[in-house]
């Protein structure tokens, strides 16, 4: 099979640096390979859609180099295939409704298991709908990370896939698009390491294939916050797009090269890539 990668943002503001090194990360994996990298806007959350900023950022990558091979895949016109998916679920009795609230699970730890609602079901309001989860351990080896190891009862229990608004999960549209998108290799922040036993394990219910997984350390800021809290420090100007290019190269660990245009920094970027001399480690600073 041959790879294909894909920068799955979501349009909660204007691309920043952390999401463009996730970006030329991703690009890079997928070109070195000789595969394919799309594009997938992840705007299932309109309560927390900045206007504009899918367009936005769909504009600015074209500027740092980074083009698809697809038209980008908008999650808000999936909703079929969410639905189809949680009809599998639903069908297989793997989902149940819950009306239990954040403050009623605060007392386990706000952790969901076995199942067993705290709250009794409120006919008058919807639900939010779980998915059921077993006692069982995830293991993946992430390319960047290593070895991970989740058990997903006693460290992340019952998940929503369905929430109270109707909007489907990250979780469930990530799966089921990365399969629709016939993704080979995630790569992606490292904040999203966390959710990947959860995923694998909706891959394992819904029959669909598990990609190999690299998540890339988070750029934190000199006080150790996620880049994207201090964005007004590293700006990311797509009419100006080599400053932020070459940062990002840097912090991928690619030597500096004296280009000085976007499509040959990428190209030397390119000839001197190797995933496996990628930064491991969170923690990494910019400052
Ligand atoms: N949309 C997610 C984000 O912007 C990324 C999802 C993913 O790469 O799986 O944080």
């Known amino acids: 099979m041959s790879y294909r990668g894909r920068f799955a943002p979501s349009p909660t503001g204007y691309l920043h640096f952390g999401s463009l090194v996730a970006a030329v990360g991703s690009w890079l994996c997928a070109r070195h390979a000789g595969g394919e990298w799309l594009l997938r806007m ?12 899918a367009a936005s950022i769909l504009a600015a990558l074209p500027a740092f180099g980074l ?5 980008a895949l908008f999650q808000s016109q999936r909703s079929a295939a969410y639905e189809a998916a949680f009809e599998q679920l639903r069908a297989a009795q793997q989902v149940f409704p819950c009306w239990c609230s954040r403050s009623e699970l605060a007392g386990n730890g706000g952790i969901h298991r076995d199942g067993h609602c705290v709250a009794s079901p409120q006919p008058d309001q919807p639900p ?21 190891r989740q058990n997903l009862r006693d460290e992340v229990g ?3 896939i369905r929430r109270v608004e109707g909007f489907y999960s990250y979780q469930l549209a990530c799966v089921v698009d990365d399969a629709y998108q016939g993704i080979t290799e995630v790569v992606r922040g490292q904040d999203l390491l966390d959710s990947t036993a959860r995923q694998i394990w909706l891959q394992r219910c819904l029959g669909l294939p598990t990609p190999a997984y690299r998540h890339l350390p988070l750029v934190l800021d000199g006080e150790g916050l996620k880049l994207s809290k201090s964005e007004q420090a590293f700006p990311v ?10 940062r990002a190269l840097a912090f991928l660990r690619l030597p500096p090269s004296g280009a000085t245009s976007v499509g040959d920094l990428l190209t030397r970027a390119l000839a001197n890539f190797d995933p496996a001399a990628l930064p491991h480690c969170s923690g990494h600073s910019l400052a």
């Open 42 to 53: 992840e705007d299932i959350d309109p309560p927390r859609e900045v206007p504009g900023s």
């Open 67 to 71: 083009v698809a091979d697809a038209p």
């Open 128 to 148: 939010a709908w779980r998915l059921r989860v077993p006692d069982i351990a995830i293991a993946f080896d992430d390319a960047l990370q290593g070895p991970q």
């Open 158 to 160: 019952d998940f929503v």
């Open 237 to 246: 100007d797509p009419a100006d797009p080599l400053p932020a290019l070459r």
